[in-house]
């Protein structure tokens, strides 16, 4: 509710200005409006007396003198009629000139107006709120007809043949290595299935399976093989397992100088990769500088250079923080963390990583569970299972694995400790129910932080959703003291959300004018908000930081760092702002960090998503011997299951002419979808109803978008495409739009997607 009202003075500000003009509108749109219809009168006046006129006049014989005074009554009344016709008469050429003129007018326009978006805008609003129950998404067309649209990517010349855990890749072709990899129960898996593993519950196991949801969508979905994934058959599947490791991690990694006992998973709510951290020289840089015209530009990047010191230090991407005479200012003291990280040290880090979707909870779940979402409205996914094992079901299996003797053996024999952190509610849209689901153990949220608070401990309400992340202090500390005081090993999964609309902050926070908002300045005053954020939230990254150091936790941590999505500003377009139905590249950019104080520094560069984030944690708990013999073997057979890449690996942009693909769903979920590929500059937003266009941009030489192509059909996008970007872009164009729509299809079936029953559920 607080989320709706959150928009209210808009649409009262809106409502106020439409009901003014409405008001002094309303005397002039009655005169033209009444002029019209005593024009459109006249005419059906005019052609009722002409016709009546006729009939009157053939009805009248001149013969027919047999009465007189009917002969007398009735030439008085025809001098009457007939002096009517003279007067109206007089008005029908200026009537006639006026119908052709409108007559001709409607069959010009009717002609050449386009199909869209006139359909749509034309439609009654009766009828427009019916097609809100009836519609269904584009990515149901038909016309794929549920099979793979490219046809020679995939050919027998194509496929690669299993290797060692490697089951192989033919797709279109259900021949012995899909069967083989679709009938082979796992020899690590139990009788009694575990939740995340269902995907084998069949045959004997079958009552697990058939007790999911079937398919009664529209779209048709074929029932083979069911929900179950088969990477031997996924045509966009591409793995780069069988490269080596990165030249400057392989030594370090076999060395055995890298272990990971802990793994913590921090999601940054609305990040955007280019201000995590913000560069001197950089668009946005100059675009803060240009809002502060006439002050002293060393003053204004010594400000700058205060905003995110801790995201500097995790990336490795220093500020580039100068003065004008090439000085470099005094390096900016971390007060919340004491980073030891000796240089050249620290991690990867992503370069032009992007989201798998702008709505959280799609989000999460694909960071979690290593899988796409589904292009539908609202967290659909939280009354589903996942069609892969999420990170906290993998680790619960491999607790299973393992006795009670955990302390004497090393953390090898240890088990996992999965726990959930966020300072917000997670009761909207199911949240509460998917972490549930995917075998989290332990949870702190809103409502724990209000159930469990102590006398004199404040609760500041800085959002919409709850407090900020300060408030979760006493609980991450208890939960560390038992991690350490039992034995366990920590998964330690973070949601921040200070930095989510309406970017509020504590009031002991003091805040800084990053731009100017006064006067003729004041539309930057949402951006100013979302950077001080930031630099609340740059400290809380480093103040929990030290809390590991301060637990003797952070040299055995592998810590990933992700935006959910970004955040677009009036910066970015006027013309539309925020993440809902936008699908600007700055609601998709985001980044990605694997920090280790042992890991030596890689800017790691590649279009890559946040789907990679599960199968990397599996490569390196794997190659640092992080893992006992048990869970290592589980491990190395699962990690060619998931569709993204590893990142500790050479990225595979294309593989046999077969282009990897990136998805991102554009918040609310069901109308538009953005795509890109690791081999081509090009992204464009295809729409999933008939509301919105295609938009397509080359992100090489327009990184900002600033000039997108907009076309509303297909055809239109390719014929502009292909006038300014060339063939290539415009076949690319079309490739993506093909492909769309079979993931659509695709991603529904692999999620066991039932509307009617999700309904029934909500």
């Given amino acids: 509710m607080k989320i709706l009202f959150s928009g209210c003075k808009s649409v009262l500000a809106a409502g106020a200005f439409i009901v003014v003009v409405a008001w002094f509108a309303k005397w002039y749109i009655y005169k033209v409006v009444g002029s019209l219809m005593t024009t459109v009168r006249a005419s059906i006046v005019y052609v009722w007396q002409s016709i009546r006129n006729r009939t009157l006049r053939s009805s009248i014989s001149p013969y027919d003198w047999n009465s007189g005074s009917d002969d007398i009554e009735g030439a008085a009344k025809g ?62 067309d038909d016309s794929v007809g549920g099979n793979w649209p490219l046809s020679g990517v995939i050919s027998p010349e194509t496929w690669e043949n299993p290797k060692g855990r490697f089951p192989g890749w033919t797709p279109g072709n259900n021949g012995d290595a899909a069967r083989k990899y679709r009938e082979t129960v796992p020899g690590w898996l139990p009788t009694d299935i575990p939740p995340g593993f269902t995907k084998w519950a069949f045959e004997g196991n079958k009552s697990i399976q058939e007790s999911g949801p079937k398919h009664d969508n529209t ?37 055995g100088g890298v272990k990971i006992r802990h793994v913590a998973l921090i999601m940054l709510e609305s990040y955007r990769e280019e201000l ?12 803060i500088l240009k809002s502060h015209e006439g002050d002293d530009e060393d003053d204004v990047n010594e400000m700058l250079s205060h905003l995110s010191p801790v995201a500097e230090r995790v990336t ?31 991690g990867i880090n992503v370069v032009g990583g992007f989201t798998t979707s702008s709505l959280s909870l799609k989000s999460m779940a694909a960071i979690h569970c290593g899988t796409w979402s589904m292009p539908v409205d609202g967290f659909e996914e939280s009354e589903t299972e996942a069609y892969q094992a999420c990170i906290p079901q993998l680790l619960n299996f491999f607790n299973k694995l393992k006795n009670d003797e955990k302390k004497s053996k090393g953390f090898l024999h240890q088990k996992w400790y999965p726990a959930f952190f966020q300072s917000i509610t997670d009761g909207y849209d199911r949240q509460d129910k998917f972490t549930k689901k995917i075998g989290f153990e332990h949870f702190i949220t809103r409502d724990h932080l209000e159930k469990y608070r102590r006398q004199g401990e404040e609760l500041e309400e800085i959002n919409y959703f709850g407090f900020a992340e300060t408030s979760l202090r006493r609980h991450i500390h208890e939960y560390l003291k038992h991690v350490r005081d039992e034995g366990r090993r920590m998964f330690f999964s973070h949601f921040t959300s200070t ?21 003729k300045m004041k539309w930057h005053v949402d951006f100013n908000n979302y950077l001080n954020a930031m630099r609340f939230t740059d400290a809380w990254l480093g103040e929990l930081l030290q809390t590991f150091d301060d637990y003797g936790v952070s040299n055995e941590t592998l810590v990933v760092l992700v935006g959910d999505h970004g955040q677009a500003f009036k910066e970015d377009q006027n013309s539309k702002i925020g993440t809902y139905e936008n699908g600007h590249v700055s609601n998709f950019r985001v980044p990605i960090t694997f920090r280790h104080p042992y890991l030596p520094r890689v800017q790691y560069n590649a279009n890559a998503t946040s789907l990679s984030i599960l199968p990397t944690i599996l490569d390196l708990l794997i190659h640092t011997g992080s893992l006992n013999e048990e869970d290592r073997d589980v491990a190395s057979d699962l990690i060619h299951d998931y569709e993204g890449q590893s990142l500790i690996r050479p990225y595979k942009s294309v593989q046999n002419g077969r282009r990897a693909w990136n998805f991102g769903i554009v918040n609310g979920g069901g109308s538009m979808l953005s795509m890109t590929s690791a081999d081509a500059p090009w992204r464009i937003v295809i729409p999933l109803d008939d509301s919105t266009q295609f938009r397509f941009t080359d992100l090489e030489h327009d990184p900002l978008e600033r000039n997108p192509l907009e076309r509303w059909t297909l055809e239109q ?31 529904k079936r692999l999620w066991g997607y039932n509307p009617s029953a999700t309904k029934g559920m909500s």
């Fill in 499 to 519: 930095t989510h609309h309406p970017w509020g902050v504590p009031s002991s926070f003091e805040t800084t004018d990053y731009l100017k908002t006064d006067g």
């Fill in 219 to 255: 779209c048709g979905v074929s029932e083979v093989d069911d929900t179950f994934y088969n990477p031997v058959l996924d045509p966009l599947k591409i793995s780069n397992l069988d490269n080596d490791i990165l030249d400057v991690l392989r030594d370090t990694l076999r060395g």
């Fill in 316 to 346: 490795g991407k220093s500020g580039n923080w100068k003065r004008k005479d090439g000085s470099a200012y005094e390096d900016v003291a971390i007060r919340q963390w004491n980073d030891t990280t000796k240089d050249g040290y620290g």
């Fill in 276 to 287: 995590f951290p913000l560069q001197q020289g950089s668009e946005y840089h100059k675009l």
């Fill in 79 to 140: 001098a009457w009629l007939t002096a009517g016709i003279h007067e109206k008469s007089r008005t029908k050429p200026r009537t006639t000139v006026a119908l052709v003129v409108m007559a001709v007018f409607l069959a010009i326009t009717t002609a050449l107006r386009p199909a869209v978006p006139y359909t749509m805008m034309s439609m009654t609003l009766p009828l427009a709120v019916l097609k809100l129950f009836t519609s269904s998404s584009k990515l149901c």
């Fill in 717 to 747: 996008l390719k014929i502009a495409v292909e006038i300014r970007f060339g063939q290539g872009a415009s076949t690319w164009a079309a490739e993506a739009n093909a492909v769309s729509k079979w993931w659509g299809r695709e991603t």
